[in-house]
Every structure is written in structure tokens, then in C-alpha cells.
């Protein structure tokens, strides 16, 4: 399982990724670098149709398996330790359920 991960942390996206923009308007082409990003959940969708009665429903019959995370989209790594620590030890699902509760949390 360690080298699994391992795996999957060290080829994700370790290298900046090309693109190039053309303009409608004038024929400049320019070359922009994607950010670095951390890997997200694949089942995390965009940040408008997250709903928090859905996260907060997530976090308390799903919460020692990270659901809520998962469904917010947090790093893949964070959840992986969120579910081997037992939600640190229930001390970061209570945290967590106070962020989905105000709203603070990343993802909402």
C-alpha cells in the first residue's frame, strides 16, 4: 500500500505542463505554466454545488472514513492520513465539523 502511494504521489504532475493561448484578437501566441497543484479527490466536484447539509451529513455517518473530505475535496494524502489516524484520533472530525457548521472549511 506504501509503495502504491508513493507511486502515485511521485508521477503525479511532477513536471510543469505546457500550454499554449492563442488570442482571438491579435495572432501573439503566448506560453503560460500551469500552477503546481496538490491531487484531489476524483469524485470532488466544482465548489458552486457543494452544499452543506450534504457535507455535514457526510461528516457524521462517514466521518472516521473521511467522507466529508473526499466529497469537499481535500488532498488525497490528507485523507489517507485522516483514515489511518482515525480522524486524528477524533480530534480533526470534531474540527472539521466545526469548519462545515461556520462554513470555513476549503471546499464549501
Known sequence: MLVMV???SSSYASFPVQRT??????????TVADEEKTPVSPAATSAASKQMS??????FFLG???GH?????????????????????GIWWIIDGIDIM???YPGL
Not at 493561448?21 to 503566448?30: E, G, I
Not at 450534504?54 to 461528516?59: I, Q, S, Y
Open 54 to 59: 450534504t457535507a455535514l451529513l457526510l461528516w
Open 21 to 30: 493561448v492563442t488570442s482571438a484578437d491579435t495572432s501573439v501566441m503566448t
Open 69 to 89: 473530505r473526499w466529497y469537499l475535496g481535500s488532498p488525497v494524502g490528507w485523507n489517507i492520513l485522516f483514515i489511518l489516524t482515525f480522524g486524528g484520533l
Open 64 to 66: 472516521g472514513f473521511a
Open 102 to 104: 461556520t462554513e470555513k
Open 6 to 8: 508513493m507511486t502515485y
